[in-house]
């Protein structure tokens, strides 16, 4: 029992607790408990996520005919450029690392805060004013050269686009500073007897995710800095009639925004990596594997930037390396899903909610995982850039898996959060509803792509106009079918059953304390004593301050409970 | 509700004895450091995206300095430069003479050491300042030399700017009796902090000046 002796040790951070403050101001709006940072997080971003999402519909409806009768070329090319920047920046980031990151994952490691509760502070209201200062763009002309502002086109965009800049660089100054946080809460803040081999895989995805997004981020500081300097000064950075090099944008830009994409998917898996397991009633199947998966995809990120530059003009002997090193890539996420499909093998599988996004989501990646090879191959890719086909892939990547990871975390965790049940039954439609929506939206442009139709277009062939008519009505869809998940958000906070501590039998640490997790989340800091995965076992915790968790625990003799 | 949360808790929290408030310091002052370097390693990547950038232009053009309205761009002044960095680097000698100072108790010791960084810092910004002026490289905006120079080097003195300001704050909270021999956190993250500034600037030294 030498993880009981290091309990009695002192280990006085831990067990360190800070009275509750009492103002509202201090409980709600400026305060520092990660929890509440959290829920705000996913606030702000939900309601981004709306307005971004009905910014998706107006190009939809623009779509409804080939010659466009909505919107004009210059308020279109707006339109998709801040749909494009405000769910990258404003809703799936946020949400997966500020919102889940910050509520889950103290928790899950069996820590009262994160290591700097103010500086966490500070990063959550960079949130809101970046927003702003992005949405407020459109009263002064918007950015319209795509979310990924190529110069020289940004260069003599509209006015907006300096706004931008600032924007994104200020999430990404907060986005910096909720890695450092992170990391070192990780690695410093693990309850006793939790060794690296025994955090809960969705802290895994946070390691991975935090140590990318405060080595990327700053990347993409310098790229944004230099382009509103040379934006409102002329000092020549990326135009190339004063010298500079439109080249040096992407390359810069990709160095960070290849990265931000497995920032934006390893939470999201990490996510699944807990999901699947409770509603399968079965240990994770390579948990090891897994683990490692996410920080080999993080240290790969960083080789892959110029597969986005392939017809860019790039030398040619480049392209090979960077062809291979992003075929790699689909190993470890090839490792992570023949993982989750052999949780899923033989056992007792309970179709929750969550488990259906999970299960949706496995099915929505893979396929966006398979057409980010194809596009990895440089000739394919000759073919299919700058196309539909690219439009499909990483909606399947992006919407079928990061906002579906999203959905599976807020049906799995809004018990924990909120002390609440959701409507299962709602929920299931749900699902239901937004996973043939997303599809029928989705899986036509895979072909419109390879038959020619070209992204970032407010008009187009009309041989094209079914299958975008029938992407536009299903989009309406799926829109709609998110109505039902507000809806059921709202009835469940109003009238919702009360959810209990552990609602559906989970073992990883959240689960062990009340639902909502009191303000010092832990009265006594538990020991952990194994993996939290192994269903069928006694729990691998000592000295739960939650009795009917303790019934669960083996005794001090290592006996197990009768009860389980 | 207080009370509730302080006692049964092992005897730490507030008011805990001498030996749980260490403990609580230490591990506290892990934490710090470990979050200040890791914010040390940030920044080291915001200046070599930069550092990047002028290394791409530069390989753009055929001849370095470049071409500007049909004339080539003179070299920067290397000697003035050096006597400026041989400034800044005599600073990272006496930040480290100040602070094993403040380590062994030797208060007077500390605060000739301390006073003569901040007082060396504000002379390299000031030979900064000078070279600006004195640069016949086309200005800020003339050219991808004055581009790439005036931005990493104006972030830098900038850097240095925030480091004479954190220096001088740490110096008044020395005063206030903020630390002690073994409690000076703050002492270490603004000696990191200042070495951090120096090892840029070599890189920078050699990579305008030199290379």
Not at chain 1, 393 to 412: E, M, Q
Not at chain 2, 92 to 121: C, P, Q
Not at chain 2, 171 to 197: I, N, P, R
Request: glycine content about 10%; hydrophobic content about 50%; proline content about 6%.
């Amino acid at each position: 029992m030498a993880v009981a002796t290091r309990t009695s040790a002192p280990h006085a951070v831990l067990d360190h607790i800070h009275p509750e403050p009492e103002s509202f101001v201090r409980k709600y709006v400026f305060s520092i408990d990660h929890k509440v940072i959290g829920i705000q997080y996913m606030v702000v971003g939900l309601i981004f996520f709306v307005i971004a999402g009905l910014l998706a519909e107006v190009i939809r409806v623009q779509l409804l005919h080939p010659d466009g009768r909505f919107l004009g070329g210059e308020q279109y090319n707006q339109v998709y450029s801040m749909h494009g920047s405000a769910m990258v920046w404003l809703v799936i980031i946020p949400l997966v690392t500020g919102g889940f990151g910050n509520f889950i994952m103290p928790l899950m490691i069996g820590a009262r805060d994160v290591a700097f509760p103010w500086l966490n502070m500070a990063s959550f209201w960079m949130f809101p004013p970046a927003g702003l200062l992005l949405f407020g763009s459109f009263l002064i002309g918007a950015p319209d050269a795509g979310w990924t502002e190529y110069p020289p086109i940004s260069l003599l965009g509209p006015p907006g686009t300096s706004m931008w800049c600032a924007a994104i660089f200020l999430i990404g100054i907060s986005s910096t500073l909720t890695g450092i946080n992170f990391l070192v809460t990780i690695l410093k803040m693990r309850a006793p007897g939790m060794t690296f081999t025994r955090m809960p895989l969705f802290v895994w995805a946070q390691v991975a995710t935090a140590a990318l997004s405060m080595v990327a981020t700053t990347a993409l500081a310098g790229a944004l800095a230099a382009l509103f300097i040379e934006r409102q000064f002329g000092v020549p950075f990326y135009d190339p009639a004063k010298g500079g090099s439109p080249l040096l944008w992407q390359h810069m830009f990709w160095f960070y925004s290849h990265p931000a994409v497995y920032i934006m998917i390893l939470p999201a898996f990490g996510i699944i990596s807990e999901v699947l397991p409770t509603f399968a009633r079965k240990p994770i199947f390579g948990y090891k594997m897994i683990a490692f998966s996410s920080v080999a995809i993080a240290l790969l990120g960083f080789m892959v930037w110029a597969h986005h530059m392939f017809t860019s003009g790039m030398v040619p002997w480049l392209q090979l390396p960077f062809m291979i090193l992003t075929m790699i890539v689909a190993i470890p996420t090839g490792v992570k899903i023949f993982g989750w499909v052999a949780t899923l093998w033989g056992g007792s599988i309970h179709f929750s909610s969550a488990m259906l996004f999970a299960v949706g989501f496995i099915l929505t990646f893979t396929l966006g995982g398979i057409t980010g090879v194809y596009l990895a191959a440089v000739p394919v890719d000759l073919h299919a850039h700058g196309t539909y086909f690219i439009v499909a892939h990483f909606h399947y990547v992006l919407f079928g898996g990061s906002v579906f990871g999203i959905f599976a975390g807020l049906y799995y965790w809004w018990p924990k959060i909120t002390g609440r049940m959701m409507n299962e039954t709602l929920g299931k439609w749900h699902f239901w509803a937004a996973f043939i929506s997303f599809n029928c939206t989705f899986l036509p442009m895979h072909w419109l792509g390879l038959l020619g139709m070209p992204r970032r277009v407010a008009v187009y062939d009309p041989q094209f106009t079914f299958w975008n008519q029938f992407a536009s009505v299903s989009s309406f869809v799926l829109a709609a079918s998110t109505l039902l998940l507000f809806y059921n958000m709202a009835n469940s906070l109003a009238r919702g059953k009360k959810a209990g501590p552990n609602p559906w039998g989970g073992r990883t640490l959240e689960w062990m304390i009340s639902s909502p997790p009191p303000y010092y989340n832990f009265k006594k800091v538990p020991a952990v004593l194994g993996l939290p995965y192994d269903f069928g076992n006694p729990l691998p915790y000592l000295g739960l301050d939650n009795p009917q968790a303790e019934a669960a625990t083996p005794s001090q003799t290592g006996q197990p409970a009768a009860a389980h | 509700m207080a009370a509730v949360l302080h006692g049964d808790d092992h005897g730490h929290g507030h008011g805990g004895g001498f030996v749980e408030n260490e403990v609580i310091y230490q591990e506290t002052r892990d934490m710090r450091l470990l979050g200040f370097v890791l914010f040390l390693m940030s920044d080291v990547v915001l200046f070599s995206a930069f550092i990047f950038a002028y290394l791409y232009l530069r390989g753009t053009v055929p001849v370095w300095p470049p071409m500007m309205n049909g004339t080539q761009l003179p070299r920067l002044d290397v000697a003035f430069a050096a006597v400026n960095s041989i400034v800044l680097f005599g600073s990272g000698v006496t930040m480290h003479y100040a602070l094993e100072n403040w380590k062994h108790g030797k208060r007077g010791e500390f605060d000739f050491w301390m006073l003569s960084t901040i007082v060396l810092g504000t002379a390299f910004l000031g030979g900064q300042a000078y070279e600006y002026a004195h640069a016949q490289i086309g200005g800020w905006s003339g050219s991808i030399f004055g581009a790439s120079f005036f931005t990493l080097t104006g972030m830098h003195g900038f850097h240095v700017f925030v480091g004479v300001v954190f220096l001088a704050v740490l110096w008044w909270q020395t005063k206030k009796g903020v630390y002690d021999e073994t409690h000076h956190f703050g002492l270490t993250a603004g000696t990191l902090y200042w070495h951090f500034v120096d090892v840029i600037w070599v890189a920078l030294f050699y990579l305008f000046y030199i290379f």
